[in-house]
């Protein structure tokens, strides 16, 4: 017999308004803290000089982290200019200064070079392994870090306001895995100037949101579990762009033990209709709750990730065997 989790059976998703100075992992134990949760883990990492959204899964929702990993990212920041630092950011020691102050227009011209598909070499100051290492931690060691450019995607950057001669705020709209650092590093570069991030704030994972996060001193004024709950999002939350199918409390059993279900033919075709190119990926849903995860091959769904959770009515069911065309 397995070892008992300490904790609650605590699971759902907390769309936490990360303050600054706080570490992704300190933020994760500390919501975890509050919910006396079994099991908690985080959709991507927000650097402690960061606020904004950081999502938190608890309990079962941590099996959709993944999903959400790869989810588009919305970053609004500002833009320093005078000095860039060996970090790219306010912390770093001071490693070159320049009088050049683009304005806002200018700024702007320079914009479209870093949309689409980009190569970026991420900032030395990164959790980036070499060699086993994180990149800053060789880097802090005074060792000279070369890391590889990589691709990333920014979907959409524009100039927000310039609140002087010496800020520019800027919002970019990215896939995973891009530096805002390192962005202002290369825009700095074009404009023959120095600056760094002065200020980060993530407004958008997903579907999460600035509308809809919450603040740790909320969470903990909520108090009693009852109104914890209040704050929690459904699991299903990171799955916003994977079709889901209703399927009967039968077929939810057979799932839940690992086995497959078979389609009928138009349920197939309109699942189809919503998959992204490539993709496989089905939520099944039973009672206002995700069964499993599964992959569509063949009419079949194949359970590949399974969902132990109480009914709900957070979110209705889809019933593609209904829906036309």
Known sequence: MGRRRK????SGWINLDKPYDLTSTHAVGRVRWIFNAQKAGHAGTLDPLATGILPIALGEATKTVPFLMEADKVYRFTLAWGRTTATFDSEGPVVAESDVRPDPDLVASVLPRFVGEISQVPPAYSAIKVAGERA?????????????ARPVVIHAARVVHAPDPDRV???IECGKGTYVRALVRD??????????????RRTR????????AVTLEHLQDLGHKARQSEALLPVETALDDIPALAVTDEDAF???????IVLVPRQVE?????????????SAMAGGSVVALCEMRAG????????????SGDRPDVDYGRTQG
């Open 7 to 10: 904790g609650d059976p605590v």
């Open 136 to 148: 800053y931690d060789l880097a802090r060691a005074g060792q000279t870090v070369a890391l590889e």
């Open 169 to 171: 705020v800027l919002e």
């Open 187 to 200: 825009i700095a570069a074009a404009l023959g100037a120095c600056g760094h991030v002065s200020e980060l």
């Open 205 to 212: 994972v997903g579907a999460f949101t600035e509308q809809s």
């Open 254 to 260: 057979r799932l839940k033990q690992g086995r497959s």
């Open 270 to 282: 309109a699942v189809k209709a919503r998959l992204k190119p490539g993709s496989r990926t089905v």
């Open 300 to 311: 079949r769904l194949e359970p590949s990730r399974v969902f132990h959770l109480e009914k």
